[in-house]
């Protein structure tokens, strides 16, 4: 990137977390956000983010808290930057001209990413004079802790759009996708929803309870899957023949449980999944959790990083 200079627009929960990890880098961030609680939000949010920054290494020599400003709008916070990180509501409408404002005042060679979860850059991107260095770069919650990055092109998305976004999220520290082809929820949100709604059959069905079927993936795939994949763990388990032996083996019974799901409605499952959750979380409040886990990503990051 030419210049050292991010923009965050919009400092909720997925912005700070992002402003939190460019300053860590040793990237000066220029914020905004129309609450007028934006601000205060924010700096909180990476005050407590910094010292777990610290501690996986992750900061930089020179970075600092200190190097975040803070504008009243997109088009001045947008101003001479090289990379900028939109993480406003995930409404189509808004997201439209908040795009128009940002592609308006972000100087031309910038490339402009959203951290929508499953909006349709192409579409986003109706009113921008200049849709193609726009992508989608959606990160996973807390962004500042989550290696993932989506990186998905839009109709009009130029090739060195995307390549700019894959080495900037890559410079960083994450670990950027190359999503080829426009879907709603990208691929990743894709994947966990369809896991979700077997989970909720099995629930629903009567099969398991709620807490049941979370400790099934947590103390089972789960801790594989946070070193790699579905594919790569089949491989495994076809043993020395990989994943020849698994397709021509074990591949036939696996079809015959996804011949076995039902077309399921997670919404009809709404009042029993709200009581296991309460059920399974045992008086422990949304802020308890999140704590808990982060301690828990922090060891698994160690892990997972090493060689």
Not at 43 to 69: K, Y
Not at 139 to 158: C, D, M, Q, R, Y
Not at 225 to 248: D, R, V, Y
Not at 270 to 296: F, M, N, T, Y
Request: overall charge negative.
């Amino acid at each position: 990137m030419p210049s050292q200079t991010v923009a965050v627009v919009g400092v909720g929960t997925i912005g700070a977390s992002w402003a939190a990890i460019f300053l860590a880098q040793g990237y000066d961030v220029r914020a905004t956000d129309p609450s007028p609680q934006g601000e205060a939000f924010a700096r909180r949010f990476i005050a407590n983010a910094w010292p777990t920054l610290e501690t996986l290494g992750w900061v930089v020599p020179g970075a600092s808290q200190q190097r975040m400003s803070f504008h009243s709008s997109p088009t001045e916070a947008c101003q001479g930057v090289s990379f900028v990180q939109e993480s406003g509501p995930e409404r189509e409408d808004i997201k439209i001209e908040t795009f128009k404002e940002m592609d308006a005042a972000t100087p031309k060679d910038a490339v402009i990413a959203s951290s929508s979860s499953g909006l349709l850059i192409s579409r986003v991107t109706v009113k921008c004079a200049h849709p193609e260095r726009c992508v989608i770069g959606h990160p996973f919650n807390p962004p500042h802790l989550i290696p993932l990055v989506e990186v998905v092109a839009g109709e009009k998305t130029s090739e060195d759009a995307i390549a700019k976004a894959m080495a900037f999220y890559q410079a960083i520290g994450k670990h950027p996708i190359h999503i080829k082809k426009e879907v709603k929820g990208h691929v990743a949100n894709r994947l966990q929803a369809a896991l979700w709604r077997e989970a909720v059959s099995l629930v629903a069905d009567g099969v398991v309870s709620v807490a049941d079927a979370d400790a099934a993936i947590a103390y089972g795939p789960g801790l594989r899957w946070a070193l790699m994949g579905p594919h790569l763990t089949f491989h495994l388990a076809g043993g020395e023949g990989g994943m020849t032996h698994f397709m021509s083996h074990l591949a036939p019974a696996v079809q015959s449980w996804i011949d076995d799901f039902k077309d399921t409605r997670v919404t009809d499952a709404k009042q029993l999944l709200i009581d296991g959750v309460a059920e399974e979380a045992a008086g422990r409040s949304i802020a308890d959790l999140q704590q808990w886990r982060d301690r828990k990503l922090i060891e698994i990051l160690k892990v997972s990083s090493a060689p």
